[in-house]
């Protein structure tokens, strides 16, 4: 049947032209593909020596010949150990037509001698990954003519003395700043500043206050001038301003007939017990007070003078009949003047208030613009993910065979909580940082199983199948997969599973956004996982799981 299909004829050409006609789609995937397969990139590493001196400087390049539309990264960090970075230098770049050649630089040394191998090194072009290869190196000492060298004793130990901190510096700055933004606002704000004369008049009572004021008409040089104007004007308002004050409060804007009506009303009505005396004096000092003012009248001197005389008695005569103050009155006055105190205490805390969120808004917008929005949120505020990155990172192995990493934390071994029946068939060791609930969390577990045959192999994408599992028991939903082959520096080679998912908000029944990686490694009969997941958007994570990641070095048991 297969032979009658292949050697069978066509009648037509438009029936073989059917046979060989693709879909479009499947068309358009075939050129991607081609696409892809036609990009281009080469690397190459080099060392500019195989044979140094303890001390002496390696330079080792990575050439990079790839197209103009591919991002490149180049390896960062101590990946070159045995030997160690001492200087990174600047990516050069050529561009050849529509390549780009790009070589970077590393500074690399080695301060005891031996034959040292460098370590592949990986590039990542675009989302392809290479890898250089491996470059041997050999560190001799320093020899030494001992017969033309001559030979000294060993010097005694000398104490040095640790050098001091800058901190208590930046710290007497800072009280030193506090301190005089806080004098100023006591000095002018706070203080109890002393009183002016008009403010220490301005508390006397009525009856002093008007004594007072005479005083200083005597005083004046009016009447030697012949400003008989000013004078009466001064004058008139002394006793004005009494009779506002304790005998009719419109006194001041009252026309002269207006005040003297009011006055006798007053006495009519038993309300005052001022003398037709008083009235009258009052009424003609008025009246001739305002003929001098509108008609220009002049008066002599000395009638001035027995004017002012008259005014001082007759502001005697109205205290003598004005009416004891009541209690009630009194304390009215006493309410009324503590509720001026608290309004002045209330606008000295509103002024201070104000000022010291300027002060905090204008620093934080300073510190922004020069160190970036986020940086001082997160530094000044608070951050958990920064103080992890920010920290002192831990380099440790766990299981056996070792995983190494580099954690933020040291990982504290965990009880992998599984069935006594599966205890018999696996032997498990767990250590992690967190939970799922946390903001960051890591987990490294190591899985050796029993009485695995010869011919059994363990399917590691069945056993990260399992650990998407455990998520899913925490509460985790929307979990998203993809997968891709991952190779750590010291070249073992395992599956990387990676995503984002929905985790539970502790205390809460919402849910967060998060990714998570897991990358999975076997060998024999053992399997290696370690498992990150931290919250979506937060580039410190990112920033922690992508070291996590570089830093991970696997061990084989006999080593």
């Keep these: 049947m297969i032979n009658d299909f292949r050697y069978k004829n066509y009648n037509t050409k438009k029936e073989q032209a059917s046979v060989f006609r693709l879909p479009s789609s499947v068309f358009f995937s075939l050129l991607f593909t081609l696409f892809s397969f036609l990009s281009f990139a080469q690397v190459t590493a080099s060392i500019d020596s195989t044979s140094i001196k303890i001390g002496e400087q390696i330079t080792y390049h990575i050439q990079v010949e790839t197209d103009t539309t591919s991002l490149v990264v180049f390896p960062e960090g101590q990946t070159f150990t045995p030997l160690e970075v001492i200087e990174s230098y600047k990516v050069d770049t050529l561009k050849n037509n529509d390549k780009y050649n790009l070589i970077k630089t590393y500074g690399l040394t080695q301060f005891d001698s031996g034959k040292y191998t460098i370590p592949r090194q990986k590039i990542i072009i675009g989302t392809k990954t290479f890898f250089t290869d491996s470059l041997k190196v050999e560190v001799n000492n320093v020899l030494i003519d001992t017969t033309k060298q001559g030979l000294y004793d060993i010097k005694p130990i000398i104490e040095v003395k640790k050098s001091s901190s800058n901190f208590w ?208 949120k997160d530094t000044i505020i608070g951050h958990e993910s920064i103080e992890l990155l920010k920290g002192d990172w831990v380099t440790s192995e766990y299981g056996v065979p070792p995983v190494t990493v580099s954690t933020p934390r040291v990982l504290k071994r965990m009880d992998p909580q599984i069935p006594k029946e599966l205890l018999q068939q ?89 990714n998570y990686v897991i990358l999975g490694f076997t060998a024999e009969n053992v399997i290696q996982q370690i498992a990150l997941r931290w919250r979506e958007h937060d580039v410190y994570a990112d920033e922690m799981v992508e070291r996590i990641l570089n830093s991970v070095e696997l061990k084989k048991e006999e080593e």
């Design 169 to 376: 510096k930046y710290l007497l700055v800072a009280l030193i700043i506090i301190g005089a933004i806080a004098f100023l606002m006591y000095w002018f704000i706070w203080r109890k500043k002393p009183l002016t004369e008009a403010e220490e008049i301005a508390l006397l009572p009525p009856y002093d206050r008007a004594k007072l004021a005479l005083k200083k008409l005597d005083e004046s040089h009016y009447l030697e001038h012949a400003e008989l104007k000013s004078y009466y004007s001064e004058l008139t308002g002394i006793i004005r301003k009494y009779l506002d004050e304790k005998v009719y409060d419109h006194s001041l804007e009252s026309t002269t007939d207006e005040l003297i009506s009011r006055l006798q009303l007053l006495k009519q009505g038993n309300q005052i017990d001022l003398s037709k005396d008083t009235i009258k004096n009052i009424e003609s000092i008025l009246k001739r007070a305002d003929l001098v003012k509108f008609a220009k009248s002049a008066p002599d001197i000395a009638l001035a003078e027995l004017d002012r005389n008259t005014i001082d008695a007759e502001i005697d005569h109205v205290k003598e009949v004005l009416p004891e103050a009541s209690e009630e009155e009194k304390l009215l006055d006493e309410k009324y003047r503590e509720e001026l105190e608290r309004k002045k205490k209330r606008k000295k805390i509103i002024i201070t208030v104000v000022l010291s969120l300027f002060l905090i808004i204008a620093m934080f917008v300073g510190f922004s613009i020069k160190y970036g929005f986020n940086y001082v």
């Design 426 to 514: 696996v032997d498990i060791t767990m250590f992690g940082y967190g939970s799922l609930i946390d903001k960051f969390n890591i987990v490294v577990v190591t899985s050796k199983v029993k009485n695995l045959g010869k011919e059994d192999k363990i399917d590691i994408k069945q056993a990260i199948d399992g650990s998407l599992k455990t998520f899913e028991k925490a509460g985790a939903q929307n979990i998203i997969t993809l997968n891709e082959k991952f190779e750590t520096p010291n070249g073992a080679e395992g599956l990387k599973v990676y995503g984002t998912l929905d985790f539970p908000v502790q205390n809460s029944e919402k849910f967060e956004k998060g």
